[in-house]
Nanobody, 127 residues
Framework: QVQLIESGGGLVQAGGSLRLSCARS????????MGWFRQAPEKEREFVAA????????IVADSVKGRFAISRDNTKNTMYLQMNSLKPEDTAVYYC????????????????????WGQGTQVTVSS
């Protein structure tokens, strides 16, 4: 069974940077497509970024385009989210997710397309 553990969240001032990590262990699907989502208080979970199995294809939400970048190191079974120029509206719990099956090389942007989720890490951006 795949397990995902996020780390790297914290409190940062507006304009600052953070790098989130998502370590993957277990499971039988090698290097699954993965993604980042976030959920702010009293709001629905929203897509942030996604990356294909090999890392050659990435997509980020318009709200973070030019500020956030997703990457992965399959030798370390770890995915990253580099967040720059953070804004107070980026405050949320950030979740990493992985596909539970399939060998597609595409990216996935819908939360319903992911079968495995991490516990989340809090990111707070102060103004």
């Amino acid at each position: 069974q795949v397990q995902l553990i996020e780390s790297g969240g914290g409190l940062v001032q507006a304009g600052g940077s953070l790098r989130l990590s998502c370590a993957r262990s277990g499971g039988t699907l090698s290097d699954p497509p993965m993604g980042w989502f976030r959920q702010a208080p009293e709001k629905e979970r929203e897509f942030v970024a996604a990356i294909s199995r090999g890392g050659s294809r990435t997509i980020v939400a318009d709200s973070v385009k030019g500020r956030f970048a997703i990457s992965r190191d399959n030798t370390k079974n770890t995915m990253y989210l580099q967040m720059n120029s953070l804004k107070p509206e980026d405050t949320a719990v950030y979740y990493c997710a992985a596909r539970a099956s399939g060998l597609s090389l595409r990216t996935y942007t819908q939360s319903s397309e992911y079968g495995v989720w991490g516990q989340g890490t809090q990111v707070t951006v102060s103004s």
